[in-house]
Every structure is written in C-alpha cells, then in structure tokens.
C-alpha cells in the first residue's frame, strides 16, 4: 500500500530538530552518530514498497559499499548496475519489503521474488540488504521471517536463497530456520520448504501490515512537525539577525 508524500526527506535542524529527536528516540529508538538502533525488547516495522518507492530503494542500496554489494548481488555492482536493478523491479509479481528509520530513510530491506517459470509457479527466491549503521539488530532476521510468512499465505511452497558460501550472516538465518544449504564452492545455496498458508498465518500478517501501516504514519506525522518547528526556528533566527543588523 502506498502513500502520498513517502518519498518527502527530512530536514530537522536547531532547537526543535534536537527536541524532535529527543521524543522519536523514546518513540522509535536511537539513531545517534549515523547508527541506527531499535529499542530494547522491540522489533521493527516493516512496511510492503511500491513503484512511488524506487529512488528510496536506489538510495538504499547505492549506499552499500563495494563488498556489501558483492554479498548481495554475488558481484561487485556499479551505480548503474544498481540502477538498472532498481528499473528492472516488477512490483505487480514480487514484493519488496522494508524497514525504515525514524527519519524514513530505508536502512534494510528485502526482495522476495517470485519465479517467473509456470512449473516452479510455487517458488520464490529472497534477497536482503542492511545498511552498516543499522546491523546487529536482527533486522535481516526479522525481515526474513517477515517474508516466510508472506511467501506462505501467497502459496509458495519452497523458497530458496542464493548467497555467497562467505555470506555466513544470511546462511546462518537460513539454517536457523531450518533450510538446506549447500555449497558448491564460492556459491551457496538453501532450500527451505513452507508449510500451507492457514487462517491464522493470514489474519497474523494482516495485523502486522495494519500495525506497520500505523507506525509508518505516525513517524511521518511526527518528521513533518518537528520540519515545520525546525523552519519557524530558522525564521525566528533570521528575524533576531536583521534586527541585530539595523540596530544602531
């Protein structure tokens, strides 16, 4: 589901960008020197991407380095390999899945896609990308699991990942959840069966999307008005200037 306004960025600055930040921290966690963390005890939300999200995406993954390109897309990707990626993502068969920070910038996110070929009609394949700031947070975990359950209540059966035998963070998720792996030298992959979709697997992830949906909202609602006192602040500053300037 999409929004007017998602791809808006930031812009909080002086006093109120400072108190803005204070209450989003006790709201949504700490972002504190370019590091993104969640709250204790709390997990993220994660929110379905659209077509109106493609230069958020692009920013995402143009912001990996060279290695962690390599990790995702099994070689070192240029800008406009990245591009062309990005052109080429088809939101009407796969679903992109992300994670933002409480600036609504995207620091994780994951592409679950859907075979194109009629006799794996039942098959899909799951890629992910964390931003450096935002890891060890478990939010390629949970994104993972996120798309299990998605991948299950649209009738996929096996899903199947395709890594780097180096990429020991995203084989180490896949084997935890009780896939497959197997390596043929500098590839891996796992395979990993899912159980039938069943009303509660449905109704769990219509509440989750509802709830991600909510909390995308507020942290949008919230980002506008500390923007809006961030400019009056900006105002007030070069009101105090000019008549500092005509005073005699």
Same mark, same amino acid.
């Given at each position: ?21 204070? @209450?989003?921290?006790? !709201? +949504?966690?700490? =972002? &504190?020197?370019? $590091? ?16 109106? *999200? ?5 920013? *995402? ?9 390599? @990790?995702? +897309? ?8 990245? *591009? ?15 994670? *933002? ?18 006799? @794996? ?20 975990? !949970?994104?993972? #699991? ?7 209540? =649209?009738?996929?059966? !096996?899903? +199947? ?20 792996? #197997? $390596? ?17 697997? &449905?109704?769990? #992830? ?14 949008? =609602? ?5 923007? +809006?006192?961030?400019?009056? &602040? ?15």
């Amino acid at each position: 589901m999409e929004h007017p306004g998602d791809e808006s960025e930031p812009s909080v600055s002086g006093k109120a960008g400072k108190a803005g930040n204070d @209450l989003e921290q006790l !709201q +949504f966690g700490q =972002q &504190q020197s370019g $590091r993104f963390s969640l709250l204790p005890g709390s997990s993220a939300s994660i929110r379905e991407l659209g077509p109106r *999200h493609r230069k958020r995406i692009a920013r *995402h993954l143009l912001a990996l380095d060279g290695h962690d390109r390599y @990790l995702r +897309f099994g070689y070192i990707a240029s800008d406009e390999q990245v *591009h062309h990626y990005v052109d080429g993502l088809n939101f009407e068969r796969d679903d992109i899945l992300g994670i *933002h920070d409480r600036r609504l910038q995207l620091v994780a996110m994951a592409h679950l896609a859907y075979s194109v070929d009629r006799n @794996l009609a039942a098959c899909a394949e799951f890629g992910v990308s964390v931003l450096s700031a935002a890891r060890g947070q478990g939010l390629g975990q !949970q994104l993972f #699991e996120r798309a299990l359950r998605h991948a299950r209540n =649209q009738g996929v059966e !096996q899903l +199947f990942i395709h890594a780097l035998s180096e990429n020991t963070p995203m084989l180490k998720i896949a084997r935890k959840a009780g896939a497959r792996v #197997e $390596r043929d030298g500098a590839e891996s992959r796992a395979y990993l069966r899912l159980p039938p979709a069943t009303l509660d697997s &449905q109704l769990g #992830e219509l509440i989750e999307e509802k709830l991600a949906e909510a909390d995308y909202r507020l942290r949008r =609602q919230a980002k506008q008005f500390w923007d +809006f006192l961030a400019g009056l &602040q900006e105002v007030r500053r070069g009101v105090r200037a000019g008549r500092h300037k005509s005073s005699p």
